[in-house]
T-cell receptor
């Protein structure tokens, strides 16, 4: 079974530039999460999708971050414009269902550096 | 507010020694608790899952315990190996509401030869 795929693995941009991350979850997984993980900290939830609908985006900085999951499969996370404090690893995770505490399977992450 | 607190924040031990990591939570209603291992540059990987009725569960050299009354869990690593060097994250899943999991900040473990 293929795991969660993310791209790119690394990205370096200057502040005020735009960047987009892509995630392909495990086939058949209805729930998809995007997390921001700052060095030395645990993952912080940015947004949760159930199929193509948003379950929770309360911690997503909506003035600069946006995410979509068209057709309930792949997802993209965009930052526009980027700030220095956005430097972090962005993790995508998928789950069979958001209920019942099923295991989340994480991708390798995208390491973003904002200069 | 749902919270997960982990201790210690970091730990350095010698290869072959045992160690115990702690996780305290206030998530309610409780569904289950997972311990994840995150190697440097990788995404977290689940080690164990503890449900309300389970007190202890082992996965090789990893043994997790759960006290649902005091809302505490521990992860014990026996005979540590260099490959155990990683961050260990405690995640608690609620049984209702929006089902959003709550993550701890993790314990960074370094095993020295």
């Amino acid at each position: 079974e293929a795991g969660v795929a993310q791209s790119p693995r690394y990205k370096i941009i200057e502040k005020r530039q735009s960047v987009a991350f892509w995630c392909n979850p495990i086939s058949g997984h209805a729930t998809l999460y995007w997390y921001q993980q700052i060095l030395g900290q645990g993952p912080k939830l940015l947004i949760q999708f159930q199929n193509n609908g948003v379950v929770d985006d309360s911690q997503l900085p909506k003035d600069r971050f946006s995410a979509e999951r068209l057709k309930g499969v792949d997802s993209t996370l965009k930052i526009q414009p980027a700030k220095l404090e956005d430097s972090a690893v962005y993790l995508c995770a998928s789950q069979r269902s958001g209920r019942g505490g099923h295991e989340q399977f994480f991708g390798p992450g995208t390491r973003l550096t904002v200069l | 507010k749902n919270q997960v607190e982990q201790s210690p924040q970091s730990l350095i031990i010698l290869e072959g020694k045992n160690c115990t990591l702690q996780c305290n939570y206030t998530v309610s209603p409780f569904s289950n608790l997972r311990w994840y291992k995150q190697d440097t540059g990788r995404g977290p990987v689940s080690l164990t899952i503890m449900t309300f009725s389970e007190n202890t569960k082992s996965n090789g050299r990893y043994t997790a315990t759960l006290d649902a009354d005091t809302k505490q869990s521990s992860l014990h690593i026996t005979a540590s190996q260099l490959s155990d060097s990683a961050s260990y994250i405690c995640v608690v899943n609620p049984s209702g509401g929006s089902y959003i999991p709550t993550f701890g900040r993790g314990t960074s473990l370094i095993v020295h030869p």
